[in-house]
């Protein structure tokens, strides 16, 4: 249990015994500090309670609290509000806690099972910049909900089923006729593909420009999407085709912005479940047939505004997305009975998860228990505050977002850095960190814009501050072990900024369930933020490693340890890795 949990825990039982009904007091860090390092306000709502003044009752938990060693400067203020501070020994004592782990500050919640559904690349479409937050964000998340315990299955849900589908099978078709995959009487023989995974950068285009301007083509790219949903063998097999061979970029991408799935599955895996699927749904007599599509009625009658039905068949019976992520979710809960599914994606799908979570509330295809989420996130914009695009007006795809900012990184470079391959290396390393944190750093719903100068800026909130701080406490942790210094003898602190840090740690858990409940990486990545400047404060205003007081000195290497570990700990979760130098 982490250390103001703790805290909180005792105070409660102390307030329980003194009469009060309160579950559990809340230890929040001062808005003033100059009145104390912390306090608690919970008076209020108890002199509701009991009809009487939160002064009084405010008096008698400070009379209690005056008994405990780990308090001091305890005062009230105004009507109620009580303020006080922690004492040094119980600070130190909180380091020596940290030094030994500092996973032991955290405070784990009740383990679950969750599928977290994000990335969601388009085969054969190139990843653009509307999937960054969907990777960072998810995995980010899938991270910290590990972190907590949770047992979490990513899974990156291709966009394989889709229009995009026919569309290239059919620039294919015209491109290459004599594949034998378009034969007549094609009975599943082999044969590789006359094209390149760079030539699928030009194929989709052409063929989506294609079908936009020619209503047979764009027929025709819908007949052969329905075949391949079907399992057409000759369409199938050139799809998976298609689709192997954009995979290695999509990874590639992936792994650049450390994101990983432990699944990699996409909707068309989802129509092994369709058919059992919709006749369950018939079963429990939900459909209904309107002008030849299969719909299902997803009203409620408290419903304030139009909820369309939900389109589960086309009228020339294909499926569609909300087909897929219904059946998907038919499928997760018959394999895995998860206690939550989360969606990362763009806010505007907004719509459609609410009528494909309403369908399966309904059905009871999910239970009562089981909870869906959608954390829907804003866009990242150009200055015009419209979705980031090229200069020319095209869809800015992730490959050169990222090469964007790692030109400016690559500026900043450290210039004793003097290996080519490292640099670039290096350089790439801190644009990705440039580039996440930028992304995390905005609560998850707002827009922000694209400004690659000033993510890779060393100075400010950006990614490059964080790991150049960090890098620079491991330099002097490393120096120190140089010096003999190994275990750090925890003595006494100067009570200024040292202190500040670890009241700082020590609201760490708090963070990191507030983060974990609201599904944003923003206060994580403010608390590095906070966490680092402070610590860079306190580094410029005293000499660790020259201070003649060992027992300050051999303190504040376990602080700056401490710090270090904890840097690292959460530039994890937001997915950051930290180079050896920059
Ligand atoms: N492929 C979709 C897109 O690019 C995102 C998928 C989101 N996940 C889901 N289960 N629908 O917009």
Redesign the pocket.
């Given at each position: 249990m982490s250390i103001l949990r703790n805290i909180e825990n005792d105070i409660t039982e102390m307030m329980c015994k003194l009469g009060y009904n309160i579950e559990k007091v809340n230890l929040q860090p001062s808005g003033r500090p100059e009145l104390g390092e912390f306090q608690i306000n919970d008076a209020f709502s108890l002199a509701k309670e009991n009809h009487c003044n939160p002064r009084e009752i405010a008096e008698k938990i400070v009379t209690e609290l005056e008994k405990d060693g780990r308090f001091h400067n305890l005062n009230i203020a105004g009507a109620g509000f009580i303020n006080l501070s922690l004492t040094e020994e119980f600070y130190l004592e909180a380091l020596k806690e940290l030094s030994k782990d500092i996973k032991s500050n955290i405070d784990m919640e009740p383990a679950k099972k969750i599928i977290i559904?994000?990335?969601?690349?388009?085969v054969a479409?190139i990843l653009h910049v509307?999937?960054l937050r969907?990777a960072n964000i998810g995995e980010a998340l899938k991270r910290l909900a590990r972190l907590l315990g949770m047992e979490v299955i990513g899974?990156v849900?291709?966009?394989d089923s889709?229009l995009q589908a026919g569309m290239v099978v059919s620039e294919m078709k015209e491109r290459y006729p004599e594949l034998p995959c378009f034969k007549e009487n094609y009975q599943g023989e082999d044969f590789s593909l006359p094209i390149t995974s760079d030539d699928l950068s030009v194929i989709y285009p052409t063929a989506s420009k294609k079908a936009k301007e020619n209503e047979e083509k764009m027929e025709e790219a819908r007949n052969i999407t329905y075949e391949i949903q079907k399992g057409h063998l000759g369409y199938s097999t050139i799809w998976n085709k298609v689709k192997e061979l954009s995979l290695p970029e999509i990874k590639r991408i992936y792994e650049e912005l450390n994101t990983s799935f432990d699944l990699w599955e996409g909707?068309l895996d989802s129509f092994l479940y369709i058919p059992d699927m919709l006749k369950y749904l018939e079963e429990k007599n939900l459909l209904e047939v309107s002008e030849g599509a299969t719909i299902m009625d997803i009203k409620e009658e408290t419903d304030k505004k139009e909820m369309p039905p939900i389109i589960l068949v086309t009228s020339n019976g294909a499926s569609v997305?909300a087909t897929?992520?219904l059946a998907?979710i038919y499928g997760r809960m018959k394999r895995f009975s998860p206690d939550e599914i989360w969606?990362?994606?763009?806010s505007r799908?907004d719509l459609?998860?609410e009528q494909?979570f309403r369908a399966s509330k309904k059905s009871k295809i999910t239970t009562e228990a089981t909870r869906l989420e959608f954390v829907g996130f804003g866009t990242m914009n150009g200055s015009d505050g419209k979705p980031f695009k090229t200069r020319d007006g095209g869809v800015m795809t992730l490959r050169d977002l990222i090469s964007l900012v790692n030109e400016e990184t690559r500026k900043r470079l450290n210039p004793m850095i003097t290996d080519e391959e490292e640099q670039k290396k290096i350089s790439k390393m801190i644009a990705i960190a440039a580039l996440k944190y930028a992304d995390l750093l905005p609560y998850r719903t707002t827009d922000y814009i694209f400004e690659p100068s000033k993510f890779a800026d060393l100075e400010g909130k950006t990614g490059p501050y964080l790991l150049y701080s960090t890098i620079r406490m491991n330099s002097l942790l490393k120096k120190a072990r140089n010096e003999g210094y190994n275990n750090y003898e925890i003595k006494k602190l100067k009570n200024e900024t040292d202190k500040e840090i670890l009241q700082t740690l020590l609201n760490m858990p708090r963070i990191l369930k507030k983060s974990y409940d609201v599904k944003s990486l923003n206060d994580i990545a403010e608390f590095l933020y906070k966490l680092t400047s402070t610590y860079n404060k306190f580094y410029s205003e005293n000499h660790i490693l020259t201070s003649k007081d060992e027992e300050l000195k051999t303190t504040w290497l376990a602080l700056t340890d401490v710090v270090y570990k904890t840097c690292l700990l959460l530039l994890d979760v937001l997915g950051i890795s930290v180079p050896e130098k920059m």
């Open positions: 559904d994000y990335g969601g690349a388009n479409k509307g999937h969907s899974d849900h291709l966009g889709g909707e997305y897929t992520d998907t969606y990362l994606a763009d799908q459609h998860f494909v």
